[in-house]
């Protein structure tokens, strides 16, 4: 499974669609935007694993958007940019940047650079799953809300990390229950809404209003991830 996030800030809506088609063929989660203000309000809202950064945006340099986001996280900062001069580059490093790509580039090897620096970092072992102000890691099965524990009863904590390792995936009622309670079980397909119900009670800022297991009406349950 693979839960890495990637932001890409690029006011070329060109170059954003050509990245997202390659990144989410090889199973990254990506999120974007094409301004620097929006870019930072992402990087506080959705925590991305790497940033893929513009330096020339509309609004505000693109350095402005990769301090915001040292401030915040050590994850992987890409620049993509068409400017080579030597002050440029000794800044973006300054920064804490990990690669620079000039632009005209070649997608495919966009892809093999950004592996690069996810097998040099460590990020592809990484289990943990952040949502907003909710973390649930994968390898202890703990789940945290606002660096809080969230104790969660044994169903309940089945339900949330099988639609974690299975992220945007709908998944009816009925396969819930098959897999968590079992064929064999005596229960029924309404303990699957109660003990959604009481999950969402545990992590969601609004039960009402989810937005972490969403409702896709007739057809089921998933956990959402990429809009948080």
């Given at each position: 499974?693979?839960?890495?996030?990637?932001?890409?800030?690029?006011?070329?809506?060109?170059?954003?669609?050509?990245?997202?088609?390659?990144?989410?063929?090889?199973?990254?989660?990506?999120?974007?935007?094409?301004?620097?203000?929006?870019?930072?309000?992402?990087?506080?809202?959705?925590?991305?694993?790497?940033?893929?950064?513009?330096?020339?945006?509309?609004?505000?340099?693109?350095?402005?958007?990769?301090?915001?986001?040292?401030?915040?996280?050590?994850?992987?900062?890409?620049?993509?940019?068409?400017?080579?001069?030597?002050?440029?580059?000794?800044?973006?490093?300054?920064?804490?940047?990990?690669?620079?790509?000039?632009?005209?580039?070649?997608?495919?090897?966009?892809?093999?650079?950004?592996k690069a620096n996810i097998r040099?970092?460590?990020?592809?072992?990484s289990e943990i799953l952040k949502?907003?102000?909710?973390?649930?890691?994968?390898?202890?099965?703990?789940?945290?809300?606002?660096?809080?524990?969230?104790?969660?009863?044994?169903?309940?904590?089945?339900?949330l990390f099988y639609l974690a390792?299975?992220?945007?995936?709908?998944?009816?009622?009925?396969?819930?229950?098959?897999?968590?309670?079992?064929?064999?079980?005596?229960?029924?397909?309404?303990?699957?809404?109660?003990?959604?119900?009481?999950?969402?009670?545990?992590?969601?800022?609004?039960?009402?209003?989810?937005?972490?297991?969403?409702?896709?009406?007739?057809?089921?349950?998933?956990?959402?991830?990429?809009?948080?």
């Amino acid at each position: 499974m693979n839960t890495i996030k990637i932001l890409i800030v690029e006011d070329e809506h060109s170059i954003i669609t050509i990245l997202r088609i390659y990144l989410e063929k090889e199973g990254f989660i990506v999120l974007s935007s094409a301004s620097a203000s929006e870019g930072m309000r992402l990087i506080d809202e959705m925590a991305p694993d790497i940033l893929l950064l513009d330096i020339h945006l509309p609004d505000k340099n693109g350095f402005d958007v990769a301090r915001k986001f040292r401030e915040k996280s050590d994850g992987i900062l890409i620049f993509i940019t068409g400017e080579k001069s030597k002050n440029i580059v000794l800044e973006g490093f300054e920064i804490g940047c990990d690669d620079f790509i000039i632009k005209p580039f070649d997608p495919v090897e966009l892809i093999a650079r950004v592996k690069a620096n996810i097998r040099r970092t460590g990020l592809a072992a990484s289990e943990i799953l952040k949502l907003g102000d909710l973390t649930i890691n994968l390898m202890n099965k703990t789940v945290h809300k606002n660096n809080l524990k969230v104790d969660l009863f044994t169903k309940e904590k089945m339900l949330l990390f099988y639609l974690a390792q299975n992220p945007n995936q709908v998944f009816s009622a009925e396969q819930l229950y098959d897999r968590i309670w079992g064929m064999d079980s005596n229960a029924d397909l309404k303990t699957v809404q109660v003990h959604l119900s009481t999950l969402r009670k545990k992590i969601e800022d609004n039960p009402k209003k989810p937005k972490y297991i969403q409702t896709e009406r007739g057809f089921g349950y998933k956990l959402s991830i990429g809009n948080h």
